[in-house]
């Protein structure tokens, strides 16, 4: 019996599960979006496993990613980070993740949103789907300028290659190889999201 085809191979039921049913799935909530900016900037240097086997901790340190709650950080909760062992502790993307929260909230008191935003990036005609992992962007002209409309707004650890990674796992391009199981599913998720 042949396996199914994925995007990239792996024996790791955590690895197989986030690809089959997250990665490249359309994300609108704030709270996701905040965890997805934090944990693409964790992964900066790392191998994405590490940060998927971490993720929980992450949940548990940074209070789920309520934007609200992470926004009221302040230098007792960059001590008690950098001291938990279930994380990456990194003090420069600790304290991203605390501007990123606050950038997120002024969104919101400005009466926008960070979905609105980061989907304002979408690329108007998606290009074929790739052929193999080879074929994926690292960098795109759309992750050049969400990059830097995110620097704008206060973002930190947010350059263009994480802007396309961010936009890989949030759905808002479609990078899932062309013989990929789920990519047809994925794309109607992502016409039907827009």
């Not at 496993?49 to 709650?69: C, S, W, Y």
């Not at 193999?132 to 263009?160: H, I, Y």
Request: with cysteine.
């Amino acid at each position: 019996m042949t396996e199914p085809t994925r995007c990239w191979p792996t024996t790791d039921p955590l690895y197989i599960a986030y690809h089959d049913d997250e990665w490249g799935r359309p994300v609108r909530d704030e709270t996701r979006l905040l965890e997805r900016i934090s944990l693409e900037a964790f992964q900066s240097g790392l191998a994405w496993i590490t940060i998927l086997r971490k993720r929980e901790n992450f949940r548990a340190a940074f209070a789920g990613f309520d934007p609200a709650v992470v926004a009221g950080f302040g230098d007792a909760d960059v001590g008690r980070l950098m001291a938990d062992a279930g994380i990456v502790r990194n003090r420069a993307k600790i304290e991203a993740t605390i501007a990123n929260a606050r950038a997120t909230v002024a969104l919101h008191e400005a009466g926008e949103t960070l979905a609105a935003l980061l989907w304002s990036f979408a690329p108007p005609d998606p290009p074929p789907p790739p052929r193999t992992l080879q074929d994926m962007p690292a960098v795109t002209p759309e992750s050049k300028a969400l990059a830097r409309e995110l620097k704008r707004r206060g973002f930190r650890f947010v350059g263009p290659t994480t802007a396309y990674a961010l936009m890989q796992a949030t759905g808002i391009v479609n990078d899932h190889v062309a013989d990929c199981l789920v990519r047809n599913a994925v794309e109607a998720e992502r016409r039907a999201a827009r």
